[in-house]
């Protein structure tokens, strides 16, 4: 369906938030999921292509708005979609993913998320607020520095205001930062996570975050059947 930019706003260093407004109807989708962006004649392109998948980081709006977010870099894509004005017209379409809450909440659901990663996972926390969902919740989150982590206050806010919720937001390359430093790995992963026999795995991030991470639980005898995962490769 085409949909209207109708708004793009930097979130974070380098990252840049947008929200569609579809034309037509309503784009079905549940927190967690996907869709893909198609530009209609670009300027110019190049061997990537005109279309990109970004996850969902609202929830379903009774007025259908529709939002997500980008890191900023060099392809032509991305920089038509800095470029173009309010009210150019896109195609929205290919809704998908696998990441969701599971229906029974006596298994903890642990995410593990780097960088731009956090799309999705944003709408789900959001509906896990917004519900009062009975699940218990931990999200690690890595990020180089805190300039460049989306929605921290907020996930800090959630973790203050709800006990089901834990994070704990790595910065690997941030000396001012007052917490964890450290990469996640098999070595630093039990010493923020003390059961790894329970939990049920969300891992998403770049294409080289998430293989480690899957590698790294499955030394820590985590099998693949309590692991999901979204690579976000083109973002």
């Excluded at 996972?121 to 969902?133: D, E, N, P, Y």
Aim: charge should be neutral; include cysteine; charged fraction near 15%.
């Amino acid at each position: 369906m085409l949909a209207k930019l109708i708004d793009r706003q930097t979130l974070a260093e380098g990252t840049i938030g947008f929200t569609l407004l579809p034309e037509a109807a309503h784009l079905e989708f549940v927190p967690g999921q996907f869709f893909n962006l198609g530009l209609l004649s670009p300027p110019y392109t190049d061997q990537r292509g005109n279309s990109r998948y970004f996850g969902f980081t609202d929830l379903p709006q009774p007025d259908g708005k529709i939002s997500g977010v980008f890191r900023i870099g060099p392809s032509a894509f991305k920089r038509y979609f800095l470029e173009m004005p309010l009210g150019t017209l896109v195609e929205v379409s290919g809704v998908s993913g696998a990441i969701k809450l599971p229906d029974n909440s006596d298994r903890p659901v642990v995410f593990i998320t780097g960088g731009i990663g956090i799309a999705p996972v944003i709408c789900l926390l959001r509906r896990f607020k917004s519900a009062s969902l009975p699940h218990q919740i931990t999200l690690l989150y890595s990020n180089t520095n805190s300039a460049r982590t989306l929605f921290l206050p907020e996930l800090q806010e959630l973790a203050t205001q709800n006990n089901r919720f834990n994070l704990t937001a790595v910065m690997t390359q941030d000396p001012g930062w007052p917490g964890n430093h450290q990469r996640l790995n098999s070595d630093t992963l039990p010493q923020l996570l003390s059961d790894f026999l329970q939990p049920v795995f969300f891992i998403t991030g770049t294409s080289r975050f998430v293989p480690d991470i899957v590698k790294a639980l499955k030394t820590l005898n985590v099998g693949m059947d309590r692991m999901k995962f979204e690579i976000f490769s083109g973002y």
